[in-house]
């Protein structure tokens, strides 16, 4: 499958606990972003990378959210002391660099539930 | 305020009929936008990409306008099937390689 594959797909925590999720993009893409969807709303943009480097945070993405992609492959999004706010669906994207056409290929995203 | 909305209610549509869908926006000048389709449980799957300088864009049974006068695009799904069932989101351009979502629409294609 050469498609975005999220991991795990589902993650039932208590508040308190520590998380991290895994988002492995289709291979020649060079950009990777994070998004985080409630029911009934549309995709919110966290944070995204070109390569290794993250260009963008959203102030949505408080310090206890950490997002890295070493060596610009697979990307991880660490939620440290987890709050039932944070309950929500991960969707990682990526894309090819081009001038102007940001078309984004998502993964089926990573459903977490706070207790 | 930047603002992206589309139908807050569901659409319901009669199998074989066209299903018109809205994105409206303010403060934004877009270069491009983008519609997407996502069904429970999944992430979006990209559907059009239509450009500025772009009135109309069509591919099999969709049909995308954009008008940036009216700051509103236009999302048609003719012949409409129950498969077609989903929520569809539009996406705007907001620059620096990045886009922002409307809520998305529920489409509901009744047999």
């Known amino acids: 499958d050469t498609g975005v594959s999220q991991d795990p797909r589902h993650k039932i925590t208590k508040r308190g606990q520590n998380v991290t999720f895994r988002c492995d993009p289709i291979?020649?893409?060079?950009?990777l972003y994070w998004y985080r969807q409630t029911l009934g709303q549309g995709p919110e943009f966290l944070t995204y990378?070109?390569?290794?480097?993250?260009?963008?945070k959203s102030r949505l993405l408080s310090d206890r959210f950490s997002a890295e992609r070493p060596k610009g492959s697979f990307s991880t999004l660490e939620i440290q002391r987890t709050e039932q706010g944070d309950s929500a669906m991960y969707l990682c994207?990526?894309?090819?660099?081009?001038?102007?056409?940001?078309?984004?290929?998502f993964g089926p995203g990573t459903r977490l539930l706070v207790l | 305020s930047q603002k992206i909305e589309q139908n807050s209610e569901a659409l319901n549509i009669q199998e074989g009929k066209t299903a018109t869908l809205t994105c409206n926006y303010t403060?934004?000048?877009?270069?491009?936008l983008q519609w997407y389709r996502q069904d429970p449980g999944r992430g979006p799957v990209f559907l059009l990409l239509?450009?500025?300088?772009?009135k109309e864009k069509r591919k099999e049974r969709l049909k995308v306008t954009f008008d940036t006068t009216l700051k509103q695009s236009l999302f048609h799904i003719t012949a409409s099937q129950p498969a077609d069932s989903a929520t569809y989101l539009c996406?705007?351009?907001?620059?620096?390689?990045?886009?922002?979502f409307g809520t998305g629409t529920k489409l509901q294609v009744i047999p």
């Open positions: 994207a990526s894309s090819l660099d081009r001038s102007i056409q940001e078309t984004q290929y």
């Open positions: 291979s020649e893409h060079n950009r």
């Open positions: 990378f070109q390569n290794e480097a993250q260009l963008e």
């Open positions: 403060n934004y000048s877009p270069a491009y």
């Open positions: 239509i450009r500025e300088n772009e």
């Open positions: 996406a705007l351009d907001v620059g620096y390689q990045k886009v922002t």
